[in-house]
């Protein structure tokens, strides 16, 4: 097929399980064979003789610079408020400090609701809105809440959000300020998940030809298009340290979208010939309060256990049964990489730190990436001389006071 400059090149969506294949273009939710996210997939052959990094450099910023390998066909449904191309800075102070000569941070706080939910919440709220969709529901731990809430807004599109009654309550106040109806849940992200299912489905009718009178079920790895947001910070990586990789990227695990997200962009890369096969070692970090996918890699396996009665300050990071686990798993398996829990005491320490050393306000989720590369540091597994990247995936402001 002959593609234009900035067109799609979406061929279809796969079951990264059974490997069975399904329609990009009729709304899609998962592979309920095999109960598995599916990934979208691309003809990146075609990519990579006509689209250069040069072209994608020139373009103007944001991730939708990078639309050859994002899903949405036409453009002019795209709904953006700025998002992409947050800034990397050296941390030479913090560096010092930790014993990692080569340090830095990609700070998402930049991004329009200050996380780093906002990249995936453009991309799936521009391609459902392509697809027919105008009524969403989500479950989420704030964050995610407050992004799906200020794109559907700019969409023009109605959201429904169901969130632990223990969120922050700027994220609650930035759900009810967008127009999107908050419902407050008793417990974590797993009951909120459990409600509004359950609310998805009473307000949805598979025999109705008009998707638009369905509530369209925004959850973290249950449609295929949040995760394509996200691997754009992979994509801004490569691009950043001049096609070379880090050889650590330290990231704070709940979802794990992001996660899986950078090593899916890795792989588009190296498949177009941009990169080498030098990946970067892939570091999940969770809470000692909240550690399903860490006390799943201590025993080699690739599902977790449920964990009950999660209590964090990082509250993006209490996700006690993420639905990609297996996802997140094999990446860090893939990447010789590693995971590990940290206490809440460590972040509130490492939220200072940044503050104090380098001036970064981070949000406790990206804070507890430098409480563990601490961790990391004394037990041997990062060198001196490795070029580490810390993923700072919010604004501290959210949680200040």
Not at 91 to 115: A, C, H, M, Q, W
Not at 128 to 134: P, W
Not at 302 to 324: K, M, S, Y
């Amino acid at each position: 097929m002959d593609y234009s400059p900035k067109t799609s090149t979406l061929t279809h969506l796969e079951c990264p399980e059974c490997r069975r294949e399904f329609d990009a273009d009729v709304l899609q939710s998962i592979c309920h064979r095999c109960n598995s996210p599916l990934l979208a997939r691309y003809d990146l052959d075609a990519v990579s003789q006509y689209l250069t990094p040069g072209d994608v450099h020139t373009r103007p910023p944001g991730l939708w610079r990078w639309s050859e390998i994002l899903p949405l066909r036409q453009l002019g449904c795209k709904v953006t408020l700025g998002e992409g191309d947050t800034p990397i800075f050296s941390l030479p102070r913090l560096g010092k400090y930790v014993g990692i000569s080569n340090l830095f941070v990609k700070d998402e706080s930049r991004n329009p609701t200050g996380t780093f939910k906002a990249r995936g919440l453009s991309v799936a709220v521009s391609r459902a809105l392509e697809l027919g969709v105008n009524t969403f529901v989500i479950p989420t731990a704030g964050n995610a809440g407050a992004a799906l809430a200020a794109y559907a807004a700019r969409a023009g599109c109605r959201a429904h959000v169901f969130m632990p009654r223990q969120s922050d309550r700027s994220n609650q106040a930035e759900v009810r300020l967008a127009g999107a109806n908050l419902v407050l849940v008793e417990g974590s992200i797993s009951e909120a998940a459990i409600e509004a299912r359950s609310a998805a489905a009473a307000h949805s009718d598979s025999d109705k030809q008009d998707i638009n009178s369905n509530w369209f079920d925004m959850s973290t790895f249950k449609e295929p298009y949040r995760l394509e947001g996200k691997k754009t910070m992979g994509l801004e990586i490569a691009e950043c340290f001049g096609w070379q990789l880090p050889d650590v990227i330290v990231y704070p695990t709940g979802g794990g979208t992001g996660l899986v997200g950078m090593w899916k962009a890795f792989g588009e890369l190296f498949a177009m010939g941009w990169i080498n096969e030098r990946f970067p070692r892939m570091v999940a970090v969770q809470t000692e309060a909240c550690p399903p996918i860490v006390r799943a890699f201590q025993e080699n396996r690739d599902r977790v256990n449920i964990h009950q009665d999660a209590q964090t300050i990082a509250n993006g990071l209490r996700v006690p049964e993420p639905f990609a686990d297996r996802l997140i798993l094999d990446t860090i398996y893939a990447s010789q990489g590693y995971a590990l829990a940290v206490s809440d005491e460590q972040i509130k320490q490492a939220s200072k730190q940044l503050a104090q050393l380098e001036g970064i306000l981070a949000a406790f989720e990206g804070a507890a990436t430098l409480a563990a590369l601490m961790l990391l540091r004394d037990q041997g597994r990062v060198k001196d001389k490795d070029k580490v990247l810390l993923m700072n995936t919010g604004s501290g402001l959210k949680t200040i006071l």
